[in-house]
């Protein structure tokens, strides 16, 4: 790559704030844009009957995925992640009647549960957010036996990437690294000034502090709220998802959906961007990412089929995520512990894991 001495001639310009933003934010323009062209060829691929759907798997259960692992061709696996892989954490979901973190914000009141994730409100009103943060705030919580899974398969070499709508960092505490992971709804590992004119970066400790001291954040540069990198409603997801989408998921030779009610778009439509022969795997304690006719065709909302006549390559296995991880981690005869606590005890027991 040359540098500046390469080009005597050329004059350097500072670029402002604004335009990087602009800057940034036509990349994620463009890259959404690819992102719906994809769609649109599918869509026409599966009107006119194009390309082949071949049946990889021999049958459409865990152990039939567990044979398809073990025969050696699956090299490159994907998964995607929701709040249900951390619910034996002991981190709410969001969704759950009665239990779900929306059915349990009254005493913060909001005009309407969604509020305290919409940017315009946490503008306005901080308060409520940071104190939902000091009950959910990474470092209280240990990763279950889900999140080491997923770190298996990366020590087992098979592991892609992992795109997690979790904000709780327990992936990277489970010992997965930055470029294994896609943290499509953000994270609170950093966090920056909200000001376009400043955007000065805060670690994941100067945040803790802040927060556990019931101080609202400030910028100590400008003075400007200081937020979590989490993607809030009215935000925009990073441009690191819509790229790394484009190089894994035509890669894909398997996808593994774990703990997501695949609801919230863009993360549930990833489902359908994988090759039309490779299988997906679904552990949750519903089925999830069906769609009807007409979203299926337009790639909204999934269009797995688990159950029709033309079934031919997705598997629902209903459980937990954790008991699901264990099940099929037995069938691909790894040896594992059955509690996170036990397998957190000594870097050998971390090693005999596998």
Same mark, same amino acid.
């Given at each position: 790559?040359?540098?500046?001495?390469?080009?005597?001639?050329?004059?350097?310009?500072? &670029?402002?704030?604004?335009?990087?933003?602009?800057?940034?934010?036509?990349?994620?323009?463009?890259?959404?844009?690819?992102?719906?062209?994809? @769609?649109?060829?599918?869509?026409?691929?599966?009107?006119?009957?194009?390309?082949?759907?071949?049946?990889?798997?021999?049958?459409?259960?865990?152990?039939?995925?567990?044979?398809?692992?073990?025969?050696?061709?699956?090299?490159?696996?994907?998964?995607?992640?929701?709040?249900?892989?951390?619910?034996?954490?002991?981190?709410?979901?969001?969704?759950?009647?009665?239990?779900?973190?929306?059915?349990?914000?009254?005493?913060?009141?909001?005009?309407?549960?969604?509020?305290?994730?919409?940017?315009?409100?946490?503008?306005?009103?901080?308060?409520?957010?940071?104190?939902?943060?000091?009950?959910?705030?990474?470092?209280?919580?240990?990763?279950?036996?889900?999140?080491?899974?997923?770190?298996?398969?990366?020590?087992?070499?098979?592991?892609?990437?992992?795109?997690?709508?979790?904000?709780?960092?327990?992936?990277?505490?489970?010992?997965?690294?930055?470029?294994?992971?896609?943290?499509?709804?953000?994270?609170?590992?950093?966090?920056?000034? &909200?000001?376009?004119?400043?955007?000065?970066?805060?670690?994941?400790?100067?945040?803790?502090?802040?927060?556990?001291?019931?101080?609202?954040?400030?910028?100590?540069?400008?003075?400007?709220?200081?937020?979590?990198?989490? &993607? @809030?409603? *009215?935000?925009?997801?990073?441009?690191?998802? @819509?790229?790394?989408?484009?190089?894994?998921?035509?890669?894909?030779?398997?996808?593994?959906?774990?703990?997501?009610?695949?609801?919230?778009?863009? @993360?549930?439509?990833?489902?359908?961007?994988?090759?039309?022969?490779?299988?997906?795997?679904?552990?949750?304690?519903?089925?999830?990412?069906?769609?009807?006719?007409?979203?299926?065709?337009?790639?909204?909302?999934?269009?797995?089929?688990?159950?029709?006549?033309?079934?031919?390559?997705?598997?629902?296995?209903?459980?937990?995520?954790?008991? *699901?991880?264990?099940?099929?981690?037995?069938?691909?005869?790894?040896?594992?512990?059955?509690?996170?606590?036990?397998?957190?005890?000594?870097?050998?027991?971390?090693?005999?894991?596998?």
């Amino acid at each position: 790559m040359s540098d500046a001495s390469d080009f005597p001639n050329q004059v350097e310009e500072e &670029v402002s704030p604004e335009e990087q933003e602009q800057s940034e934010d036509s990349s994620e323009e463009e890259a959404a844009g690819d992102t719906e062209m994809d @769609f649109l060829r599918s869509l026409f691929s599966s009107t006119l009957g194009l390309g082949s759907a071949e049946k990889v798997l021999d049958e459409l259960t865990l152990a039939g995925v567990a044979r398809y692992i073990n025969g050696g061709k699956c090299k490159n696996i994907v998964c995607m992640v929701g709040a249900g892989i951390s619910t034996s954490a002991g981190i709410p979901d969001f969704r759950s009647p009665g239990t779900g973190l929306y059915a349990n914000l009254q005493k913060y009141n909001l005009p309407y549960p969604e509020a305290i994730f919409q940017i315009d409100y946490f503008k306005k009103h901080p308060e409520p957010f940071f104190a939902l943060a000091r009950e959910l705030y990474p470092g209280q919580f240990k990763p279950t036996i889900c999140h080491y899974f997923i770190k298996m398969l990366k020590d087992q070499g098979l592991l892609r990437r992992c795109y997690t709508q979790n904000i709780d960092t327990l992936e990277r505490v489970a010992g997965l690294q930055g470029e294994d992971l896609i943290e499509a709804h953000g994270t609170f590992y950093t966090s920056h000034c &909200v000001s376009f004119c400043c955007r000065k970066e805060y670690t994941l400790d100067w945040m803790k502090e802040k927060i556990f001291a019931d101080a609202i954040p400030k910028c100590e540069k400008c003075g400007s709220l200081v937020k979590p990198d989490i &993607v @809030f409603f *009215g935000e925009s997801l990073p441009s690191r998802f @819509f790229t790394s989408v484009k190089q894994d998921f035509p890669r894909c030779d398997l996808l593994i959906v774990m703990g997501t009610s695949l609801q919230v778009q863009p @993360f549930a439509s990833l489902v359908s961007r994988v090759p039309k022969s490779c299988p997906r795997l679904l552990i949750n304690m519903e089925k999830a990412g069906e769609a009807g006719p007409m979203l299926g065709l337009l790639g909204f909302g999934g269009g797995m089929d688990f159950d029709s006549d033309k079934a031919y390559r997705d598997v629902a296995h209903i459980s937990t995520c954790d008991d *699901g991880c264990l099940a099929l981690a037995e069938l691909l005869g790894w040896k594992v512990r059955h509690s996170p606590a036990e397998f957190l005890s000594s870097p050998q027991e971390r090693s005999d894991l596998i």
